[in-house]
């Protein structure tokens, strides 16, 4: 086998142990920069899929930010119907993205043998819409929904995977459209060839049509070999219906394969429509999972699909407790080993962090003696009592410095202190920071990459 933690191996003999806790096996696929293995967990015995990604790799194809946001994303959906990224680790020249393992196989495979019955096709399309609908309630958009990344495990029931070109809401502009033209050609949407900007929830829904039309036709509705000749029938959604579809289907697909995105039909009026709902109101076919008796409210969603242990689970915080602290910023920030932070930021920002065993409230109020101490003005947030800013009372090189300074939980016994520069000159900040630490000394537990005593 191709050993892929050289860096990192412990035990005996063949077998190659990554970081202590997991023991690696067969070669499941690989991309330009990544490779997928099946592995065990040593503690639990329990088989998972390892994505080990070379940073060297990505950085020279200048993908980091896309490596972060599928963290982030993975991190953010939690859904019976979605693969599960159960952890994050690396080392100085390798990320481990360890990942529940879905030992079905794609649903491409199926397909590709023929066109399912009808049940099986609505059992399928009904986790789908489930998983994507979820996933926008979150401000993910996936961007690249085909078979091919619809997994199946042992009980048939599907988990969407590859987040590798969805999209956060921050990646929209300002006339709040996604504009980067991606996915794979026969299930994109007309809108995103045209390049003008898109609503990335009705781009996927465009691609759940596709993916219908293909499980109940066991081939694409847009499929030529001249691939400019594909996309003019995309731009016109040009296709015919087989005749073997019933009129409930070819009516829903007609409302998602429509080329104008604002009159294409919602996922909200997908799950109401006749096709999707006479799954819905049946018991007994075993197809549908209790989540999907109802449509979910985010926080229902979250309650039913969170099974993660304590410490992953997000904090329920009250209005008077600080923000939490997302647990892949903390460990690229904080954890010994592998500090993350400087590979997936482009720019480097004036900020620097440290952890503290000590509650919100006793941090604010050292925070409030130190600025006092230095001679630094405080302007406190009206929206979060955990944030203030320190103003400098003298003109400096760029005006006056702005600090700002705010405390996340990150669990119930462990904050992080974040401070960033919002206004004036660099090399002054670096000289606050300097003249700060001191102070903090009793609170701190660690500083951004220092080793935690």
């Known amino acids: 086998m191709d ?75 939690r859904h019976p119907n979605v693969v599960q990224l159960k952890e994050v680790m690396a080392t100085k020249s390798k990320i481990f993205l360890v990942m529940e393992y ?20 609505r059992k399928y399309f009904h986790q789908l819409i489930s998983a994507v609908d979820y996933c926008h309630s979150r401000g993910v958009y996936h961007r690249d929904l085909k078979p091919e990344n619809l997994l199946l495990d042992e009980n048939e029931d599907l988990k969407v995977s590859d987040f590798g070109l969805s999209a956060l809401p921050e990646q929209l502009r300002n006339d709040g459209l996604l504009h980067t033209q991606c996915g794979t050609p026969a299930y994109i949407s007309p809108e995103v060839l045209r390049k003008k900007g898109y609503d990335g929830s009705k781009a996927d829904t465009w691609s759940c049509g596709v993916i219908l039309y293909a499980l109940l ?3 694409l509705p847009f499929r030529e070999d001249n ?33 104008d995105p604002s009159q294409r039909i919602t996922i909200p009026a997908v799950m109401r429509s006749p096709w999707f709902s006479r799954g819905l109101k049946t018991s007994d076919g075993g197809f549908l999972a209790p989540i999907l008796l109802k449509t979910p409210s985010l926080v229902d969603m979250t309650e039913k699909v969170d099974e993660t242990s304590d410490s992953e689970k997000p904090m329920r915080r009250s209005k008077s407790s600080p923000r939490f602290y997302n647990a892949f910023e903390f460990i690229s920030s904080m954890s010994s080993g592998f500090d993350l932070s400087n590979m997936f930021e482009s720019n480097q920002k004036s900020e ?10 006793m ?24 944030k203030l800013k320190m103003e400098g009372i003298s003109e400096g090189r760029k005006g006056k410095l702005l600090v700002t300074t705010e405390v996340f939980e ?27 630490r001191p102070g903090l000394q009793d609170i701190v537990w660690s500083w951004q990459g220092e080793n935690s005593s």
């Open 3 to 77: 050993d892929p933690v050289e860096d990192c191996r412990s035990g005996a003999g063949n077998r190659h142990i990554i970081l202590g806790k997991y023991e690696m096996g067969r070669l499941l696929g690989q991309g330009t920069f990544a490779k997928v293995y099946h592995a065990r967990d040593l503690l639990t015995a329990e088989s998972v899929a390892v994505k080990v990604i070379k940073t060297e790799q990505v950085r020279k194809q200048g993908l980091m930010e896309q490596i972060t946001r599928e963290i982030a994303v993975m991190r953010l959906v």
């Open 102 to 121: 879905v030992k079905g196989g794609e649903l491409f495979t199926k397909i590709a043998k023929g066109r399912l019955k009808e049940n099986l096709a």
């Open 217 to 219: 036709a066991g081939c």
């Open 227 to 259: 691939l400019m000749h594909m996309y003019k029938k995309i731009f016109k959604a040009e296709y015919e219906f087989p005749p073997w579809f019933s009129g409930d289907a070819r009516r829903l697909i007609s409302k998602l394969l429509v080329a």
């Open 352 to 361: 620097s962090l440290f952890t503290s065993k000590f509650c919100a409230s």
């Open 363 to 386: 941090i604010m109020n050292k925070l409030e003696s130190i600025a006092k101490k230095l001679n630094f003005k405080i302007l406190y947030s009206n929206q979060n009592e955990y």
């Open 410 to 436: 990150v669990a119930p016994e462990v904050a992080v202190v974040e401070f960033s520069k919002t206004a004036g000159d660099t090399l002054e900040y670096k000289k606050f920071e300097e003249d700060v």
